[in-house]
């Protein structure tokens, strides 16, 4: 399963080396996101307030545009279908496409917090930066493993494009409520303190935990015909 | 292996309509029939891909009924899609899949060489292929597996003279040591010569042309050409 | 695609045209799902329900504190009941099917069907809900966690319909919505959890908590009325609804028979 997984993940981050659609086309969509909530929110005391909900909404619609790009690999040329053919094992194929996706998402959502402290004036400190690495890396990690498992389920239907917002946008959202939070505590957005953000952290835990375990059980039925 | 009034599904539409059909280990079986009869079903049914809706079927000794996910490590497909990674070079894309099966990289390197790769192709994106070369890589992801079941859809289809000639040998050399090959194939005469017995699929079922082997084979090709 | 809608037509065709194999009893149960028992249950239902307006809009007061408004809770709390019940049924019975020694398209049928009415009154509980808050707080809706995931559940569902009708035979129906069905209830407390969490560390809790109605008997009584009222709606449309995909089922496996000929007519050509 795990040696699946490494193949899987490398040949998917191979594929994004060569094709530099995430690096070309996702994170200037990211940016240029971020830079359209400064025009809806107006002022920069809001602005300045809300950047760290908006840094993973930011994420959340990325993470959309990456897991269709992730499954669109797969299904151009049938290569889901020879997965199926070689009996590949699912749990290594789920685990191996969360794992390249993860990175994809860790190298976007570094640009993002850079564009968050430049545009938005978020201030990095020292006490923070504990609770701000392990957020994002909890919060990578599930966003990861609901995002291939849908996208699988998704995958070569009809309707995909609608279908994957629709079935991944409500899973998220505790990923969302949580990862804001402890970003927020980490990053001292209105005055609030590092202490407050280590049990949103713990919510993001418990997260990471089921749906790696749920999604590792429930992909190979998903895909199947 | 063997099917009984087997009836396959795909949406509400029968693509196979109660097929009965054995193959023996060893044999070198053409499956021959206008669009749409259902010859690609009949091969992704042996590949276990397909569900049985009805009737009873068998692969090397699986029951296709209740343990179709077993077969398909044993069992080699080439569908009409080619299953490749438009970005990966023909080597990256015949490494992944030979390694997800567990193939050695001497065997790999040999699969390469024996369908014509191993030189000026190589290195060269699987994007920038012509039909005919994708078409040759996917067989060579396909010799590396070693399968017991060779499961071939128009494996002739954009192929030029060296290339059919390539693949006849492959499958001949498959077959001497233990492996069976189910070809479906509009080319009579060069799939007929290869083939030991012929068999027409016609609305979803069989009928065995009388008289098995490669004589008889090659007769019934001179009838129809 | 337009092959389909062909034989589609051919097959109503077909099944209505007494067949020489279709028995007796088949056809009188295509006619109707209904059976004796369902209209009993239907009756039931009806005079429970006459008997709830009659409670909840007449016979029961009005509320000290929020006046006339307090009837609607008799249908924010019975629907809200239902589309709860109906969602732990789905979830019950997906795994029913999932688990191989109860497996059966019944299970998927009952899943589907509950899910369905769930998802109705769940919008209804939703408007119902919304109705009453502007009542009783002045705005339609409250970050509470309680209706925020009543809402995720509410769209969560909606997505789980959405795969059910992604198509494939009935297995895979099956066995993909299941799986979707149990990975909602992973999801759903975790939503819940996360919502609470975040609305606690706020200073406007939950306006629910904060505005108890100070119920009389007679309030009481009705709620009580209007939960086994609205129970016994969900069970005869459940009921209703899974004789009829139950059936559609069956017209889909009599149009397998139907094209399984045509097809095999095609080699004779």
């Known amino acids: 399963m795990f040696r699946t997984a490494r193949l899987v993940a490398a040949k998917d981050l191979r594929i994004e080396l060569r094709s530099r659609v995430v690096t070309n086309q996702v994170l200037p969509f990211a940016a240029i996101v971020m830079v359209m909530f400064a025009f809806a929110l107006n002022t920069d005391a809001v602005v300045e307030r809300v950047a760290p909900g908006l840094v993973w909404l930011a994420t959340l619609f990325s993470l959309l545009i990456l897991v269709q790009r992730s499954f669109a690999i797969e299904t151009a040329d049938g290569a889901t279908d020879a997965m199926r053919a070689a009996g590949i094992d699912p749990a290594g194929i789920f685990l191996g496409k969360a794992l390249a996706l993860a990175a994809e998402l860790a190298v976007l959502e570094i640009v993002l917090l850079a564009t968050a402290v430049i545009l938005y004036r978020q201030d990095l400190r020292a006490s923070g930066v504990v609770l701000l690495v392990s957020t994002f890396l909890a919060a990578t990690i599930g966003l990861a493993l609901v995002g291939t498992l849908y996208g699988g389920l998704a995958a070569g239907v009809r309707g995909r494009e609608t279908l994957l917002p629709l079935l991944l946008l409500p899973v998220v959202a505790p990923v969302l409520i949580g990862a804001t939070r402890a970003t927020e505590a980490a990053l001292g957005t209105a005055g609030a303190v590092v202490a407050d953000g280590w049990p949103w952290l713990g919510l993001l835990g418990v997260f990471v935990a089921l749906f790696s375990v749920g999604g590792t059980l429930a992909f190979g039925p998903l895909i199947e015909e | ?225 | 695609m337009t092959d389909n809608a062909v034989t589609h037509q051919q097959v109503i065709a077909a099944a209505a045209s007494p067949a020489p194999t279709v028995a007796g009893t088949g056809q009188r149960r295509a006619s109707a799902s209904g059976t004796p028992f369902t209209r009993a249950l239907g009756i039931a239902t009806i005079i429970a329900m006459a008997v709830l307006l009659l409670f909840g809009l007449f016979l029961s007061p009005a509320d000290v504190v929020q006046g006339e408004s307090v009837r609607i809770l008799y249908i924010h709390v019975g629907t809200v009941w239902v589309a709860y019940v109906a969602f732990g049924m789905t979830a019950i019975s997906s795994a029913a099917f999932l688990w191989k020694r109860t497996t059966s398209l019944t299970w998927d049928r009952i899943a589907g069907a509950s899910a369905e009415v769930g998802v109705l009154f769940m919008a209804l509980t939703l408007f119902a809900g919304a109705l009453w808050g502007r009542l009783a707080w002045g705005k339609f809706w409250v970050w509470d966690a309680r209706v925020t995931t009543t809402a995720f559940l509410f769209i969560s569902y909606i997505g789980y319909l959405a795969v059910r009708g992604l198509g494939g035979s009935h297995q895979q129906r099956g066995r993909r919505s299941a799986v979707v069905a149990l990975l909602a209830v992973l999801e759903i407390p975790l939503v819940h959890f996360s919502v609470k969490l975040w609305r606690g560390l706020h200073q406007d809790s939950s306006v629910a908590d904060t505005t108890h109605v100070k119920l009389h008997d007679l309030m009481l009584f009705s709620l009580f009325l209007a939960l086994v009222a609205f129970t016994l709606l969900y069970a005869w449309l459940v009921i209703h609804r899974q004789r009829v995909m139950a059936m559609q089922d069956a017209l889909d496996d009599k149009g397998l028979d139907y094209a399984l000929q045509q097809r095999r007519r095609e080699g004779d050509l």
């Open chain 2, 1 to 225: 292996m063997q099917l009984s009034n087997a009836v396959a599904v795909l949406g509400q539409f029968p693509v196979l309509a109660g097929a009965d059909l054995t193959v023996h280990r060893g044999e070198i079986v053409l499956l021959q029939g206008p669009n749409g009869a259902g010859k690609t079903s009949l091969l992704r049914l042996f590949a276990g891909l397909l569900p049985l809706a009805r009737g009873e079927g068998t692969v090397l000794g699986c029951d296709l009924r209740t343990n179709r996910e077993s077969i398909r490590k044993r069992v080699g497909l080439l569908g009409h899609a080619n299953g490749l990674y438009a970005d990966l070079t023909v080597t990256e894309n015949v490494r992944f899949w030979g390694a997800t099966v567990g193939a050695t990289s001497a065997e790999v390197d040999a699969a390469m060489v024996r369908m014509g790769l191993a030189q000026r192709l190589a290195k060269v994106p699987v994007s920038k292929l012509s039909a005919g070369q994708k078409r040759r890589t996917a067989l060579a992801c396909l010799v590396a597996r070693r399968a017991e079941l060779w499961l071939l859809d128009e494996p002739h289809a954009g192929l030029d003279a060296t290339g059919r000639d390539e693949l006849d040998a492959t499958l001949r050399e498959a077959t001497a040591v233990g492996a069976t090959i189910i070809v479906a194939s509009h080319e009579l005469e060069r799939a007929g010569a290869l083939a030991t017995r012929l068999v027409e699929v016609v609305g979803g079922q069989i009928r065995e042309k009388a008289g098995s082997g490669g004589s008889s084979a090659s007769a019934a090709i001179d009838e129809s050409a």
